[in-house]
């Protein structure tokens, strides 16, 4: 169908990065979702960060299950690998691929259904077992390919499109990654850019389980009074706990910044966040008051966003199971079958 490709043609003078690269580089399909979708501005928020760390596309791996958000792959980073899975099925492939090339950048993309429902023990054991990943849940609190039924992340009390109100408890996707382990959790909003742009930057140069739960208004089915993820009650709710700004090793990234202390916090590859703090005692590093914290503000009906959580000594799943240095799928047969002198060895050592 031609009139979904893109012109070719850009401005000669069009902005590049380190590697020579457009934002156009990082652009997938035009987008088939309803127009205003913040799922689209996730999207581009997505693109402007690889494009900002010039990340060559083809090193990154996009995997997505089922719905709204798991069709966005196809939107973004089209000159990547990429693979649809089935619904709530996208961390296990997602494992999968990591433990068979850890060499690549791996970039999960869900949405609340996806992994708040059938995919939750998914979502739990790749964020406890400490995938190398980012994992962003474009979270709009409803079923928007099936009419907008109630998710497991809407809020009790919220009402849908029609005016019914939810009956049951939300999870919380944040708090259950900080629970499960995951060495760097943060929440953003759709429509904040200038949050959402270092927070994926940060997210993609941690070394372990980074997940970020987006709050993406669905403007077909979620987007009205009486609805707790639509544009105007997160914008009014929103309770942000710092400011960033994200400082690679290879080129800073420069802002200004609004009357407070700062914190500088040094991800495991020595790159930089900087955290412009709003509440001089909340502390990034601390799971207890993370947790505390996120409790505190939903109770009182408000949205915490920004840096929840980062462990700055992360480990990931390669750690654990000490695997060894070249990617797995780059062994030969005489690496991958010793021979029966190292079988002996092997089964001796387990008697």
Do not use: W
Request: hydrophobic fraction near 35%; charged fraction near 20%; glycine fraction near 10%.
């Amino acid at each position: 169908m031609s009139y979904l490709a893109k012109p070719k043609f850009h401005h000669p003078a069009i902005e590049t990065n380190e590697l020579g690269f457009t934002h156009r580089d990082y652009e997938g399909s035009i987008s088939t979702l309803c127009a205003g979708c913040g799922h689209d501005s996730i999207s581009s928020a997505i693109m402007r960060a690889c494009f900002e760390l010039s990340l060559p596309p083809h090193r990154i791996a996009k995997l997505s299950g089922i719905g709204c958000s798991s069709k966005t792959p196809t939107y973004f980073l089209g000159q990547s690998h990429g693979f649809n899975s089935v619904h709530g099925r996208m961390p296990s492939v997602l494992t999968g691929a990591n433990l068979a090339n850890k060499d690549l950048i791996y970039l999960g993309v869900s949405g609340d259904g996806d992994s708040a429902s059938i995919g939750f023990g998914q979502f739990a054991h790749s964020i406890r077992r400490g995938v190398n990943m980012v994992y962003i849940v474009e979270n709009n609190g409803v079923y928007g390919l099936t009419k907008g039924q109630f998710s497991a992340t809407s809020d009790r009390g919220s009402k849908s499109k029609k005016g019914v109100a939810n009956q049951d408890s939300a999870i919380d996707m944040a708090a259950i990654a900080v629970q499960l382990g995951a060495t760097f959790v943060a929440r953003s909003f759709s429509g904040d850019k200038s949050q959402l742009v270092p927070l994926i930057k940060a997210a993609i140069e941690h070394r372990g389980a980074a997940f970020i739960d987006c709050i993406s208004p669905c403007v077909a089915f979620n987007n009205h009074e009486g609805s707790t993820k639509s544009f105007d009650y997160v914008r009014s709710h929103n309770a942000a706990l710092n400011r960033l700004d994200y400082i690679t090793t290879r080129a800073p990234i420069t802002t200004e910044y609004e009357p407070g202390t700062t914190q500088v916090v040094t991800l495991h590859d020595g790159s930089k966040l900087r955290l412009a703090k709003i509440g001089a005692d909340y502390d990034v590093h601390d799971r207890v008051a993370a947790m505390h914290h996120l409790h505190t503000k939903q109770a009182s009906g408000e949205i915490v966003t920004g840096l929840i959580y980062m462990d700055e000594t992360p480990h990931d799943l390669h750690d654990s199971l000490d695997t060894v240095d070249t990617p797995l799928n780059e062994l030969n047969t005489p690496q991958l079958t010793p021979g029966q002198k190292a079988l002996d060895g092997i089964n001796a050592s387990l008697r």
